[in-house]
Structure formats: structure tokens, C-alpha cells
């Protein structure tokens, strides 16, 4: 049994856009596992890792640590139903993979980084607060009242990807981990903001039902 180390909020909370991505990967592969809750400051937790961020899997004695790294050794180990199926499928996802970290990501983190502290758990409150304002450069409350300014560059990432999905079901034509990336990130925000994410977004959104279906969450 796959044992996945995953971020936990309060009230028992999932929300890790990468932690997703490594069980959405599981759940394709009807890979069966377990979670292991991990807050922001049980970094002890995960010290056999080697390093301080979940995802981690353990599975017997090997150790997986990073959400990209695991979508490699569960395609090793187990190749069917395949999230990297044919020639160059692999490097595009990489290249997908990029994208949604270094644009979608920056593009979502000030509008929701409020609903996300708010549903941290209060042990990891101050960690939290500290390493985010310090990312933002502003405290969390600036960014709160500053959150009708960064709807806009929103929009256009939200934009893009329902202009890319019109048409298709998966990102690349075929279900591929590129789908799984941006629905590990979805899955995030999702869980913890109200934020309207597919008002002007009606491909995505259907995208989105479709994702939540084929992995059953
Ligand atoms: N590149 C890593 C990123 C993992 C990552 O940033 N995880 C976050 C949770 S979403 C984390 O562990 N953060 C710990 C912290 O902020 O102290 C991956 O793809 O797995």
C-alpha cells in the first residue's frame, strides 16, 4: 500500500494543489493508498525524506518526494492506464506541468491566498502568514483588499485555458497528466474559496465535471 504524506488544514482539510496532483495520479492508476496528514510545521514528519515540501510517498522502502517525480515512478511502476501515453506525451507534460506553476499559480495565489489562511489550521497560522506575506511582499489583509485588482490577470489565464479546452476534452486531445496538473490546482482553490472560476469559462467548466468524474472526487 502506497502511504502519500498530505498537507492537512483545519477541520482535517486537503487542499495541496500538489498533493492532488500526486493522488489524482493514484486514483487514475486505481493505485491504492493512504494518507498521512502533515501540517506546514511537522516538517519532522517528512524529515526521511530529505527535504521539507509534501508530496511525499513511501511505498515498502522507496521514497518519493515532488509531485512531478512521482508521476515518474508511478508510470514506472505502473504503466497502464498510462498518463504520458506516446512520444514526446512526457516532455509536453513537463512543459504543462511549467506552466500552471509559473503562470496559473501566480495568477490565482493573491485572489485566493486569503480564503486559503483562513482555512490553514491555527497551529500553522503565523507560518503561514510569515512565509506568504514575505512571498507577496504585503501582508495578508493588504492583499485581501487588494483582491478586485488581481481579478483581471485571473481572467485572462482562465480565459486561456477555455479558449485551449474549447473543442476537446483533455488538454493534449487524450487524458494525459497535463489534465491532472490543472485539475490538482483546481482542486485546490475549489476546496477552499468561493472564488467563481468558470463564469466566463464554460469549456473549462466542463472540463472540470469531466475530471471530477473520471477520478471520482
Ligand atoms: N515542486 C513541488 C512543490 C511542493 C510544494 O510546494 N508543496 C507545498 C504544499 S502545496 C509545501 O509542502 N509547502 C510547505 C511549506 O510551505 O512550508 C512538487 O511539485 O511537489
Known amino acids: 500500500m502506497v502511504e502519500l504524506y498530505d ?33 506546514f510545521t511537522e516538517k519532522d514528519k517528512i524529515a526521511f525524506s530529505g527535504q521539507e515540501r509534501v508530496p511525499v510517498i513511501r511505498e515498502n522502502g522507496t521514497v518519493v518526494a515532488d509531485s512531478w ?37 501566480p495568477a490565482l495565489f493573491p485572489v485566493v491566498v486569503p480564503d486559503v489562511f483562513a482555512h490553514v489550521d491555527p497551529a500553522d497560522r503565523d507560518y503561514f502568514r510569515t512565509t506568504r ?8 489583509e493588504q492583499v485581501a483588499a487588494k483582491r478586485a485588482e488581481f481579478r483581471p490577470a485571473l481572467r485572462t489565464v482562465l480565459a486561456q485555458l477555455n479558449a485551449t479546452i474549447s473543442g476537446q476534452d483533455y488538454f493534449f486531445g487524450l487524458f494525459t497528466y497535463a489534465d491532472i496538473c490543472l485539475f490538482g490546482t483546481l482542486k ?30
Open 188 to 217: 485546490w482553490v475549489t476546496t477552499v474559496s468561493n472564488e467563481p472560476l468558470f463564469d466566463a469559462a464554460p469549456a473549462l467548466h466542463a472540463w472540470w465535471e469531466r475530471m471530477r468524474q473520471q477520478l471520482g472526487v
Open 69 to 105: 517525480a512521482i508521476a515518474e515512478y508511478c508510470e514506472r511502476k505502473y504503466p497502464e492506464p498510462s498518463i504520458f501515453p506516446g512520444i514526446g506525451i512526457k516532455e509536453a507534460c513537463r512543459f504543462f506541468s511549467l506552466y500552471v506553476d509559473n503562470t496559473v499559480h
Open 7 to 39: 498537507l492537512v488544514g483545519a477541520n482535517d482539510l486537503r487542499f495541496s494543489p500538489f498533493c492532488w496532483r500526486a493522488k489524482a495520479v493514484l486514483r487514475y492508476k486505481n493505485i491504492p493508498y493512504t494518507t498521512i496528514p502533515v501540517r
Open 133 to 140: 506575506e514575505a512571498r507577496l511582499g504585503m501582508t495578508l
